[in-house]
């Protein structure tokens, strides 16, 4: 019995962490722009498939790089051009699809829709350029599996768990500590005044996408090192759930939105572990709908008083 | 001449704001622009430090000069980066999620002169002890004078020399007020600030000031130096109450 709970624990910490890797992302670009960028799920799946092309070009499956480079390598090259090339994609879609309706000072509505659409465009961009046919994401980590009685843990869901925190640890320190992290936070409190104190708004969004983005490629590789089969649209449900979970957490707060995500995570393996799994949507959304219910701000999320 | 507004005719949409205004502000200067409610004080502010359309007018005609050069074509963090004029604005907009030390030290986000820094933290405790007191504390929980103190703090943090000061009297008790302007004060004979002010409370406005203009529904219809106006039939009649 308590073996199975640990065994669970950690599955729900597995899960939790990708659904809080993918929240923080909401959360900052919501912060800054008062933005839910739909898109961002579906730059978790560009972020897997980038690490899919970049590691199968380092293992030398195309001609033009006939080199293949030893795995722990490829790991360790992939990761960093993978968050350096999501990010250009995420910056690249607020350039072209966010930036000129923020100009024209078009109402948030519409911008929600572009997300949308730019979430779709990404999808179906894969799809058209790669087909239908799913991806086999190379095993760059030799899997090994350690067995405590009857709990067994791979490396990599001790890798997934411990990179969630450490990257949550990290982004915390951005944001609390740093000058432009103190810009992102006082952009999402007075946008108005933000430029008053000499800060180029523009270069903090596209920081804040930077950001973003290049979490979401670590969970975009995280997930493909664990679950190696890669679809188009493999981002879409993922995606949406990690911002439900973001908004229960209380989407202006990273501590709300990374608790949001494990608290996602906990509640599906725990309805898992009780009823059959077709069940664990349907019950783990109602919870968080309750939750809701109760504290329609989230739970670390306040009601923003303005003081006249 | 620091700055020379010409002839300057601003829209916000449709509706024009002003209609060709001009005045000068000199080097270490104190200069207020008086009028009622409406009469286009803050959006001058605004359009000086070229704060974008939407929330920003629309210039449509004159130009801002700084040291004889357009401004128009400046971004507004360049303003400050780049002029070091610094704009504490009507409403205060601190940042109320953060403390009042992070506030200030935002200020100070694209400057690289720690020395001088180091200094002008200085100078703001020194002239406002109840930042310092209160530094730690989040800058919501702040009175309204408290806040408008951050506001100029703010200001002066970004290393400016020249301040564009919206309404700092407003929602001040007498005490708060006092404390402000004699801040204030001492900023422009010591430090050499050179200040332009805006006010509804003309009588307060024009003690502190060397010249002041009236504005009256985006137009100036009377300058001079202070002592003139407070003594000007019109001022005293429309502005001081008889």
New interface residues.
């Given amino acids: 019995m308590l073996e199975s709970i640990i065994q669970n624990i950690f599955n729900a910490l597995q899960w939790g962490s990708y659904y809080s890797l993918i929240a923080l992302g909401y959360c900052l670009v919501y912060g800054v722009l008062l933005l839910i960028n739909f898109a961002h799920g579906d730059i978790f799946m560009v972020g897997a498939y980038i690490a899919f092309f970049v590691s199968t070009l380092f293992l030398g499956h195309y001609h033009f790089f006939p080199y293949a480079l030893s795995k722990p390598v490829v790991l360790a090259l992939t990761i960093p051009i993978t968050m350096f090339l999501t990010s250009c994609v995420g910056v690249f879609i607020e350039r072209v699809a966010y930036r000129p309706l923020r100009r024209k ?1 078009a109402n948030r509505l519409y911008v929600v829709i572009t997300a949308l659409m730019a979430g779709l465009i990404l999808e179906n961009g894969n799809l058209a350029l790669l087909g239908a046919s799913r991806k086999k994401f190379p095993e760059l980590l030799d899997k090994v599996v350690y067995h405590f009685g009857n709990i067994t843990l791979t490396n990599i869901k001790i890798i997934v768990i411990l990179s969630a925190f450490l990257v949550f640890w990290l982004l915390h320190f951005i944001v609390t500590r740093t ?1 432009i992290g ?2 992102m ?2 952009i ?3 946008r ?2 933000v ?7 523009d270069t903090i969004i596209v920081f804040t996408f930077v950001l973003g983005s290049s979490m979401a490629a670590i969970a975009g590789i995280l997930f493909a090192m664990s679950y190696p089969i890669l679809d188009p649209y493999m981002g879409a449900m993922v995606g949406w759930k990690a911002f439900i979970a973001a908004v229960v957490g209380g989407i202006g707060d990273i501590r709300g939105a990374f608790v949001g995500g494990f608290l996602l995570g906990f509640i599906e393996i725990l309805v898992v572990a009780f009823f059959p799994s077709t069940f664990r949507d349907l019950i783990a959304f109602t919870i968080l709908l309750i939750i809701l219910s109760f504290k329609p701000t989230g739970i670390f999320g306040v009601a923003k ?3 006249i | 001449m620091l700055l020379e507004i010409k002839n300057l005719k601003v829209k916000y949409g449709n509706i024009e704001a002003l209609h060709g205004i001009s005045f000068t502000v000199d080097q270490g200067e104190i200069v207020t622009l008086i009028g009622a409610n409406g009469a286009g004080k803050t959006t001058t502010l605004n359009t000086i ?1 070229r ?1 974008p ?3 920003g007018p629309k210039v449509w005609e004159g130009d801002i000069l700084y040291k004889g050069q357009s401004i128009l074509s400046m ?3 360049e303003v ?2 780049k002029l070091k004029i ?2 504490a ?1 009507e409403g205060r ?6 403390s009042v030390e ?1 506030n200030l ?7 690289t002169d720690e020395a001088k820094i180091q200094e002008d933290y200085k100078l703001v405790y020194r002239l406002f002890p109840r930042l310092y007191e209160r530094r730690k504390q989040r800058s ?1 929980s702040l009175s ?1 004078g408290e ?1 408008q103190m951050l506001a100029v703090g ?2 002066i943090m ?1 290393g400016a020399n020249f301040l564009l000061l919206d309404e700092p009297s407003m929602g001040l008790a007498p005490l708060l007020m006092y404390e402000m302007f004699k801040a204030l004060k001492e900023l422009n004979q010591k430090e050499g600030m050179t200040i332009l002010l805006i006010e509804q409370n003309a009588k307060l406005a024009l003690e502190f000031a060397h010249r002041g203009y009236v504005l009256d529904t985006g137009e100036i219809v009377l300058s001079g130096s202070s002592q003139e106006l407070l003594n000007s039939p019109e001022v005293k009649k429309a502005y001081l109450g008889g």
């Fill in positions: 000072g000058k103190m810009a936070r006082a999402s409190y007075d108005f005044a430029p008053l104190m000499g800060i180029p708004v008083t303005t003081k | 430090t704060v359309p939407p929330e971004e507004p963090h400050v980066q610094a704009l604005p907009h601190i940042f109320g999620n953060l992070e030290k935002l200020a100070t986000y694209a400057r919501e309204g806040q703010r200001a970004t």
